[in-house]
């Protein structure tokens, strides 16, 4: 049930410790998971009006407040539009890196800016399609404690088969 070796392989392969991968059987799992445990609040959870559409799915399940957040006229997700006056008013942000349909992805230095504007609200980064364009951010885990990186064996792996996904986190969001 805890998955022990292949949580260690994924952590070494990313050069983390286990405690920082939480396994799930494939990543929609591991983003309902999330989802339930980290964006249940009073307050609306931030997210592209153009993206992966079972976000809206997990948000109806578990009666999650949405505020969808316009893409730019190039179809980029702006990061500016996720600030907001009092960042405690939001149960946190959840992107795709690179955002899904669109292809267009976030630099680091954005999603540190993202990051930066709710230092107290889990930022999930669901990065199913990094690899076939785009930066991880699983690097700033260390530096941002809300900083929560989903990723799956689905696409760029062509292990859709075995439904494994992961996240990566600061050990209290794993724990969480």
Known sequence: PESTALREAIAGYHGLAPKHVFLGNGSDEVLAHAFFAFFQHACPLLMPDISYSFYKVYCGLYGIAAETVPLTSGMQLD??????????????????????????????????????????????????????????????????????????????????????????????????
């Open 79 to 176: 990061v500016a539009g996720y600030a907001r006056q009092d960042a405690s008013s939001v149960a946190g942000v959840v992107i795709a890196n690179p955002n899904a349909p669109t292809g267009i992805g976030l630099s680091l230095a954005e999603i540190e800016q993202l990051l930066r504007l709710h230092p107290h609200r889990v930022v999930l980064v669901d990065e199913a399609y990094v690899d076939f364009g785009g930066e991880s951010a699983i690097r700033l885990v260390d530096k941002y404690p809300n900083l929560l990186v989903v990723h799956t064996f689905s696409k760029s792996r062509s292990l859709a088969g075995l439904r494994v996904g992961y996240a990566i986190g600061h050990k209290d969001l794993i724990e969480g």
